[in-house]
């Protein structure tokens, strides 16, 4: 008994096979795969309902969905993309990456791993099945009030609701928990020699995200059971007829809002400088300013967010406080864009796809920024307030700057998590279908917005009819050519050219000193960083 | 800052005259407020501003991605660890210059902007207010002249239009008509006071630059100044349920002398309907005038035919409420009858005492009662409505 526990223990050769070893695995590669995959499947699900919303939106008049059903389908996809999609994605990358990157065998909380990825499936499967529910007559289909889920909408609203509000408490859960190891892990299990100030820049992007969910995923988790006991247990938080206020729900949602946003993007930041450092062949540029500007944006995000909502009516004071608090997050940005650049500058550049995607990410994502900017100052803002300029600014933010970020790391790590070399020419065209495909979708968007088209409607007078076509084109595009990046990522994890264990020549850093792909359990020796 | 100003103008100057040759809109509509002008202001510099950033960045990038590249054997430059107090002096640059943008020369402006925007009383001549319901809004005349004039204003698009699948020709303004338009007298400062009866709403038209948020149970407010007579079309920007993209809002602004030619008919419009109210209706004039009623207020939610759209929408077609009695045995009202229901309202349900005067109260509930496939055969006189509101 004692020796085969000994053996077993040693060796970790058997695992158990088939569905059990996804099922029980406390690995974290085989988490981190799970992860990503889990994100890959649900971005597709997210997309094609973003796509039945953009066929509707095709031209003026209804064609295809009745207006519920388009309300239900614009709220259920952004929950998807930010929660299903986006974030585990980040995650999954956590997962494989960092223990590689930091020199340590596995996540400090294994089994807490296992059950943060498996919270994910059923909170999906809630969030989407009220629309089946639907189609046997239960019910009135999902949640209908946009992401945001805004009283005193959401407390008339059915049992979508209460299907998206169970969905976020599981999502937000397995948040804190990812949230937790993180910390713990990068606390205590890095390599000798590597301190804070040395650890990767992708660690410290995850270590200040860790942070933030856990400082603001519970007072969404408040608001939304305080809507939950307002709807069934007569509370009245946010109606006015009992004392409460629907506007105090949107400063609760936008406390853990908008810092979502820096939650969403953070990572990012952490592995974008380090893909530009890989393929400039020189150092990433200024990596104190770098982590000092991820505290300072930490910080802010924090502290700003009633922008969300200037139109909603505020104190003078109060307006000019969020305006200028916001104004001041572009300053840790600029210095962010400015050693992103300096890091590019008099480098040996050569553009592989990660490198492509990269420096794309660069110049849509500055869109978004600067756009942002614009958002900031009041008077403007009751013009672009709910109007397109704000959806196509957030895309900018959350699809370039978030999911196109992800495409990046996917392309720069996926040689090292299977071994094998992805086709670099579907790769390349796969970066410039995505990039030219999402500009020609959200370019006319800013113009829409600016002409005056609201957000969230099904149908549009007839000013607006040729954007909503040139967009709509360039949205069926983008999604198909998605099927790229699905078809790249299959046929290089089931084989192809093999990789070198640095797959990258200027790739500097632990992860690029193992096999490609590495061994199941990795590390089992520290490596001693200098 | 004056330079800004000018160049801010003379590109305002170009979108426009873009705007009129082309069928697309590159920027906002032409403003009509001087709140709608400073806005237009504020995003041109602002777009002037972040094109710049933006052009600047992008070439120098340009520059280093086609010459800094391995394929030109450009051999990348060995960062001797950069000293801190260079990596310092080089990074605070960067900060310093969008330190400058953002609190001087675009914080600057925008503090002035937001004291105006926000100074609704100083000045104003006038008060209405603006009540947003699930799918429609509602103006009253607080003071002057027009006090006590309190319509309601409603998608006037031919339902065929809006329906799923209608392929022949729309209206010209399509989706932004609706049957009583707010009127405005040109040049007057208006205070516009902003509530909700069910959810939140935005009222937003956008060449007068003002949006604010109608919350349930408070009073938000704005103002609107307009400077040019004329049409304006605008629409809700809260989304607030399955009408959301169904309630425009239309303005018209008048000269003060059509105005006031405006408020007298209108008052008079309002004391023939107040008269209605005490003579005795039959009950043909009385289902005759409901059906109207009926399908320009109620049918959104409870449908043509009054299958209504269950389990959010009830039917009216053999509902016990609009079957069951009205009064008691005391001559009262009885609560939950249907009566109660149309006055006051339950959850989605709006209270529509608010809203329909006594006749139109009287005529729709008839309707009801006597179609719609139901026949219960009473009739409710508008002096009862008149009555039961005391």
Redesign the interface.
Known sequence: MSTTTVAHHEEHAEHPSGIMRWLTTTNHKDIGTMYLTFSLIMFFVGGSMILAIRAELFQPGLQLLNPEFFNQLIGVHALIMIFAALMPAATGFANWMIPLQIGAPDMALPRLNNWGFWLLPPSAILLTLPFTLALFGIGDGALATGWTFYPPLSVQGGIGVDFAIFAVHLLGISSVLGSINIIVTLFNMRAPGMTLMKMPMFAWGWLITAFLLIATIPVLAGAVTMLLTDRHFGTHFFDAAGGGDPIMFQHLFWFFGHPEVYILLLPVWGFIPQILETFSRKPMYGYKAQVYSFWAIGALSVVVWAHHFFTAGMPVPALLYFMYSTMAISLPLAVLFFCWIKTMWKGSMSFETPMLFAVGWIILFGIGGLTGLMLADVAADAQYHNSYFVVAHFHYTLFAGGIMGIMAGTYYWLPKMTGHMYSEKLGKLHFWLTAISFNLTFIPQFFLGLAGMPRRIPDYALQFAEFNMISSIAAFVLGFSQLLFVYNIVSCARGGKKATDQVWEGAKGLEWTLPSPPPYHSFTEQPIVK | MQVFKKIGLGLAAMLASLNACA???????LPATP?AT??LH??NK??LI?MA??VV??V??IY??FS????KN??????K??S?AV??F??L???A???L???VI??IP??H???M??DTRDKATMVIKITGSQWRWQYEYMDGDAQGIKFISNLSTPKE???????GV?N?????EVDNHLVLPVGEKVRVLMTST???H?W?V?QF?????A????I??TWVQIEKAGTY??????????????MPVVVDALPMAEYKAWVATKKEELAKASAGADKVWTKEDLIANGKLVYEKNCAVCHQITGAGLP??FPPLTGSKIANGPIFGADGKYLKDSHLDRVLNGV??MPAWKAMLNDTEIASVITYERNALGNSVGDMLQPSQVKEARQ
């Open positions: 069928e697309y809109a590159w920027n906002f509509p709140m400073d806005t504020v995003h602002f777009m972040a950033i933006f960045v992008l120098i990038m280093a991605i800094h590249r391995k394929s450009f051999k990348p430059v060995t960062d660890a950069p801190t990596e310092i080089w990074t640059i960067p900060f210059i969008l330190l943008i953002d609190f675009m914080g925008a503090y902007s937001v004291l925007m926000e239009q809006t329906e799923k699948g209608y392929q729309k010209e303004h399509y989706l932004l069910d959810v939140l935005n937003w956008p630059g003002s949006s604010r948020v919350v349930p149970g408070f938000r407010e079309r605008g629409q809700c920007k809260e989304l607030c349920g399955k009408g959301h993209g169904y389990p959010a959850r989605v």
